[in-house]
């Protein structure tokens, strides 16, 4: 079964925990680059310390020695997954991959709000599908020695028949027919995204800026 990790990309820690606690059976919760801001390595502390699985999701990309030292830092706060950017390249990826101990890192591919031509302005050139773009960052991340990958739910199919059936496939961008699909372009939902092998789901606006918040979390266990 696929698990279920919420995104807290709320104004605080606090208003974080506080609706963490309203959501039952939570095993992952993820910490993104405005919680992590405002609150830094204590608001990992709290919710490792409640027993839940942490995903930082910074994405890093820069020099193999930060990345590296990035990596360390969050294996000693209790992080239990992070994501790299595989657009980082090879060394990058080889050097976070070696501090990793039991982080499980993911390697980010293509952002779900891109386009194919938002794309083709960051690496400067055609890009005629998404697709081949993700599966090629994607080969990087692995054979690199990282847990997995990240990407939208249009390039799973493509990912689970070329990594084989054990990386990860951490999958954002995740909405039920009717949702606002907010900034994120490539969207799936979730029971689509079990089906065609994501191994993670990522759900945040839809949970967080419910009404009912738990009710929304508890359809989407259901549909899990």
């Given at each position: 079964m696929a698990e279920l990790i919420v995104a807290f990309d709320l104004p605080s820690?606090?208003?974080?925990?506080?609706?963490?606690?309203?959501?039952?059976?939570?095993?992952?919760?993820?910490?993104?680059?405005?919680?992590?801001?405002?609150?830094g390595p204590a608001l990992v502390r709290e919710f490792t310390a409640r027993g839940l699985r942490v995903f930082l999701d910074l994405k890093w990309h820069d020099i193999p020695s930060v990345v590296a030292g990035a990596v360390e830092a969050a294996r000693a706060q209790g992080v239990a997954m992070a994501t790299v950017h595989a657009l980082g390249g090879p060394a990058v990826l080889a050097a976070a991959a070696q501090a990793a101990g039991e982080v499980a890192?993911?390697?980010?591919?293509?952002?779900?709000?891109?386009?194919?031509?938002?794309?083709?302005?960051?690496?400067?050139?055609?890009?005629?599908?998404?697709?081949?773009?993700?599966?090629?960052?994607?080969?990087?991340?692995?054979?690199?020695?990282?847990r997995g990958v990240v990407a939208s739910g249009h390039?799973?199919?493509?990912?689970?028949?070329t990594l084989?059936?054990?990386p990860w496939i951490v999958v954002p961008g995740v909405r039920a027919p009717g949702d606002a699909a907010d900034d994120?372009?490539?969207?799936?939902?979730?029971?689509?995204?079990?089906?065609?092998?994501?191994?993670?789901?990522?759900?945040?606006?839809?949970?967080?800026r419910a009404a009912d918040p738990r009710g929304v979390y508890q359809r989407l266990m259901e549909s899990l």
């Open positions: 820690g606090r208003e974080a925990l506080d609706l963490a606690a309203r959501l039952p059976g939570l095993r992952w919760v993820k910490i993104g680059p405005i919680l992590h801001v405002r609150e890192l993911v390697g980010v591919t293509v952002l779900t709000s891109h386009e194919a031509g938002d794309f083709e302005r960051v690496v400067g050139r055609g890009v005629p599908d998404l697709g081949f773009e993700a599966e090629r960052l994607g080969r990087l991340a692995v054979a690199a020695g990282l390039e799973l199919t493509l990912l689970r028949e084989g059936p054990d994120q372009v490539r969207t799936i939902a979730a029971p689509d995204a079990v089906g065609r092998g994501a191994t993670h789901l990522v759900v945040g606006r839809p949970i967080t």
